[in-house]
C-alpha cells in the first residue's frame, strides 16, 4: 500500500473505532463548535496542536503556519484572530512557539531562502529589535532558544496591537493571551508567562485601537 492509500485506510479504521465507542460522534460534532482555546503555533510536522495539549476534536480552534506568526499584513491569521475572537469568543489564546524550530532557524542565517524571505522577514526584525541580548548570547543552541521564545512573544504583542483583541477586552476582559513554547527535546509546554495587562498598557501608548473612528 502507498503512502495516499494508507491515508484511506486509517481514516476507515479511525471511523470505525470512534463510532463503536461514541456511535452519534459525528453527528454531535456537526451540530457545531463552541472551543475554549484559540491555539496559533508552528506547521511543523512534530508539532501536532491537540496532541501536545491533550485536547480533544471540537476544544481548540486552530491556526498554523511556518514559525507561529501573527504578522500584521497576513489576511490569514487576522481573520482566524477575528473569527476566533469575535464568533467563537474563545477564552484563551494560545501562542505556541517549540525549541527546534525551522522557521526561527532559517531566519538566523545570513543568506536568502527565496520568496520564504518575506515569511522569515518578520522573524528577523524580532532578532533585531533584540539584537543586544541575542548576540551577547555565546552558546549558538540558547541563542536559537531564546529567539524562538522571543518570537512566540513578540506574536501575542502582534495580537493585543489589533482593534479586534482590545475592543473585546475592554468590553469582556478577555480572550486572555498566552505565550507557550513547546520543548520537543521533553514533550513538555513550558508558560513564558506574558503579562498580557501589562503589555497592553504599553502597547496602547502607542497603538489604542478601543476606539472606532468611523
Ligand atoms: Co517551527
Known amino acids: ?19 463503536s ?16 482555546y484559540l491555539y496559533i503555533g508552528c506547521s511543523d510536522s512534530r508539532v ?9 476534536i471540537g476544544d481548540l480552534f486552530v491556526h498554523r503556519n511556518i514559525a507561529n506568526q501573527v504578522p500584521p499584513n497576513d489576511l490569514s ?14 477564552k484563551h489564546i494560545l501562542v505556541c512557539g517549540h525549541y527546534g524550530c525551522g522557521g ?6 545570513p543568506h536568502s531562502y527565496g520568496e520564504l524571505d518575506n515569511w522569515l522577514r518578520n522573524i528577523r526584525d ?3 529589535m533584540h539584537f543586544d541580548e541575542l548576540d551577547s548570547i555565546k552558546n549558538e543552541e540558547d541563542k536559537y532558544d531564546r529567539l524562538v521564545e522571543l518570537n512566540t ?5 502582534n495580537i493585543i496591537k489589533t482593534s479586534q483583541f482590545q475592543q ?17 527535546r521533553t514533550g513538555f509546554l513550558k508558560d513564558l508567562n506574558f503579562q498580557l495587562e501589562k503589555e497592553l498598557k504599553q502597547v496602547q501608548k502607542v497603538y489604542n485601537l478601543t476606539e472606532n473612528k468611523f
Not at 1 to 19: A, H, I, L, S
Not at 48 to 56: C, F, K, Q, R, W
Not at 104 to 109: G, K, L, S
Open 48 to 56: 501536532p496542536a491537540n496532541e501536545i495539549t491533550g485536547l480533544d
Open 126 to 128: 524580532v532578532y533585531r
Open 153 to 157: 512573544f513578540e506574536q501575542c504583542v
Open 77 to 90: 491569521s487576522h481573520s482566524v484572530l477575528q473569527y476566533a475572537i469575535e464568533i467563537l469568543k474563545v
Open 21 to 36: 465507542s461514541d456511535p452519534d460522534f459525528f453527528k454531535k460534532i456537526y451540530e457545531g463548535q463552541n472551543p475554549d
Open 104 to 109: 526561527v532557524h532559517e531566519a538566523m542565517q
Open 1 to 19: 500500500m502507498d503512502n495516499y492509500d494508507k491515508v484511506f485506510e486509517q481514516n476507515k479504521e479511525w471511523v470505525e473505532k470512534t463510532t
Open 168 to 184: 473585546s477586552y475592554i468590553k469582556n476582559k478577555g480572550p486572555i493571551v498566552h505565550a507557550c513554547i513547546w520543548d520537543m
